[in-house]
């Protein structure tokens, strides 16, 4: 054994000491069982490793069609594009504030609609899921993108129409409203093209 390996031994047990004083004894590793407690080092540190790398986020497509089936939960999607005569895909969903107060879709659209028909998909989908959640969210955000103009990512995809369901068409009295008041509520479409 060498002067440096038998410094390296000392400070892995000073270590190693100093990471176990609940056993209330000191530990005394020499040759083999020092190759042991390196190599076990080493494992554990290459299995995190291993761990991490493959923690790896979705690709697009799939992360979007299992959005698109969690929004399925919420909507019936056939049924709303038998009303409306719109065929739609759920791109996205997300919910923000403390409770789930606002509720975000992407819609992509297979073909242009006029703007009366994109207020009455917006409706279709909003009162969807007022019918199945009643109680869950305070105000609505729907953004409708063209299926051929989708970029890499649904955020990076310009829309051409947003849709707002508001209490009293108002920003700020979302959460301030009763949530079983949705009659006061406003629909306002914006067309941004």
Same mark, same amino acid.
């Given at each position: 054994m060498t002067a440096e390996q038998s410094h390296l031994d000392i400070k892995l047990l000073s270590m190693i000491n100093k990471t176990h004083p609940l056993l209330? #004894? *000191? %530990? !005394?590793?020499?040759?083999? *069982?020092m190759k042991k407690v390196g190599t076990i =080092?080493?494992?554990?540190? %290459? !299995? !995190?490793?291993? %761990?991490c790398l493959s923690c790896k986020k979705a690709p697009l497509e799939k992360s979007m069609l299992q959005t698109a089936q969690l929004a399925g =939960?919420?909507?019936?999607? #056939? /049924? =709303? *594009?038998?009303?409306?005569g719109v065929q739609f895909n759920i791109l996205k969903t997300e919910t923000i504030g403390y409770t789930p107060r606002h509720k975000f879709y992407w819609v992509s659209l297979k073909k242009k609609v006029s703007g009366q028909k994109v207020k009455e998909l917006a409706d279709s989908i909003i /009162? *969807? =899921?007022?019918? /199945?959640?009643p109680k869950t969210y305070h105000s609505f955000t729907i953004h409708f993108l063209r299926e051929h103009e989708l970029g890499e990512s649904v955020e990076g995809s310009k829309s051409f129409a947003r849709a707002n369901f508001l209490p009293e068409g108002d920003w700020a009295k979302v959460g301030r409203v009763p949530i079983t008041e949705y009659k006061d509520y406003k629909l306002t479409i914006t067309l941004i093209e």
């Open positions: 209330g #004894r *000191e %530990f !005394t590793i020499q040759g083999n *069982e =080092i080493v494992l554990i540190s %290459f !299995t !995190t490793i291993i %761990f =939960i919420e909507i019936d999607i #056939r /049924k =709303i *594009e038998n009303l409306t /009162k *969807e =899921i007022i019918a /199945k959640k």
